[in-house]
């Protein structure tokens, strides 16, 4: 789902283009209008959010090898049942693998606080600017 998150961003900004220009003739009903539209992208993405499968790799991080092997058979339905289990093996012993690698947000933000400060303003600015 979240490599369809820029694609609703781009064709949101596409309907607030045309929208309002689109709206003019409708009159009072002009704000109506442009309200709907804007909301079609959010409909869609939460009536479809529910056929995306939960990642392989998430679920292995929470212990549910299960789920996982059926999220990668239903990622890959073409690939033979002895590759989906090597990629399963595969994925946990890299999922093990980082699980020591996990640093708290209060250890980061006071080992590289003036860089993660300015990682975050960059990132108000950019939504305070709309870009």
Do not use: C
């Not at 929470?62 to 990668?72: I, N, Y």
């Amino acid at each position: 789902l979240g490599a369809y998150a820029p694609l609703f961003g781009q064709s949101g900004v596409l309907f607030a283009f045309l929208v309002p220009s689109l709206s003019i003739p409708l009159g009072d009903w002009a704000w109506r209008a442009m309200l709907g539209f804007a909301a079609l992208p959010a409909v869609g993405v939460l009536l479809f959010s529910g056929l995306v499968p939960e990642t392989p790799r998430w679920l292995l991080s929470k212990g549910r090898r299960g789920e996982a092997a059926t999220s990668l058979a239903r990622l890959y339905p073409n690939v033979p049942p002895r590759a989906l289990q090597v990629e399963l093996a595969a994925l946990a012993e890299e999922v093990g693998a980082s699980r020591g690698d996990e640093q708290s947000l209060w250890k980061l933000v006071w080992e590289h606080g003036q860089a993660v400060r300015a990682g975050v303003l960059l990132n108000v600015l950019q939504q305070v600017t709309g870009i």
